[in-house]
């Protein structure tokens, strides 16, 4: 009965590590953005900052950069590349890669990333003085 439960034991960790090695086999594509933190002096002034921004897939494919629903760029059969944007909003964006079909359509999100627009001063503080 112990050889039983050893042997389940065994079983079991085996078919758990590979759930995982499978997981992590089919989670290859990355995608790298820095900085992903763009600071601005005061809330609603525009933030800018240079992006730089890779991103590696297991095989090539046809992928293209979104930015929300706007298209930055595209690679036709590449399994990594690397782009330069120079961003400046007022807000947190998110940046997607995107498969590409053969008919140029967008089809499936492989990765996603974002740069948050933080900021150092708060306008909606009060003043604690006033000038007459």
Same mark, same amino acid.
């Given at each position: 009965?112990?050889?039983?439960?050893i042997?389940?034991?065994?079983?079991?960790?085996?078919g758990?590590?590979?759930?995982? $090695?499978s997981?992590?086999?089919?989670a290859?594509t990355? $995608?790298?953005?820095?900085?992903?933190?763009?600071?601005?002096?005061?809330?609603g002034r525009?933030?800018?900052?240079?992006?730089?921004?890779?991103?590696?897939?297991?095989?090539?494919?046809a992928?293209c950069l979104?930015l929300?629903?706007q298209l930055?760029?595209?690679?036709?059969?590449?399994?990594?590349?690397?782009?330069?944007?120079?961003?400046?909003?007022?807000?947190?964006?998110?940046?997607?890669?995107?498969?590409?079909?053969?008919?140029g359509?967008p089809a499936?999100? $492989?990765?996603?990333?974002?740069?948050e627009?933080?900021w150092?001063?708060?306008?909606?503080?009060?003043r604690l003085w006033?000038?007459?």
């Amino acid at each position: 009965m112990a050889w039983f439960v050893i042997c389940f034991k065994r079983a079991w960790l085996l078919g758990l590590a590979s759930a995982f $090695l499978s997981s992590v086999v089919h989670a290859q594509t990355a $995608l790298t953005l820095w900085p992903t933190t763009c600071v601005t002096l005061q809330e609603g002034r525009q933030c800018h900052a240079q992006v730089q921004i890779q991103w590696q897939l297991q095989q090539a494919e046809a992928v293209c950069l979104y930015l929300d629903e706007q298209l930055l760029q595209c690679w036709a059969e590449a399994s990594r590349g690397e782009w330069q944007w120079s961003f400046a909003d007022t807000r947190t964006r998110l940046l997607s890669l995107r498969r590409m079909l053969p008919d140029g359509v967008p089809a499936e999100t $492989l990765a996603t990333g974002k740069v948050e627009v933080s900021w150092v001063q708060d306008t909606h503080k009060k003043r604690l003085w006033r000038r007459f």
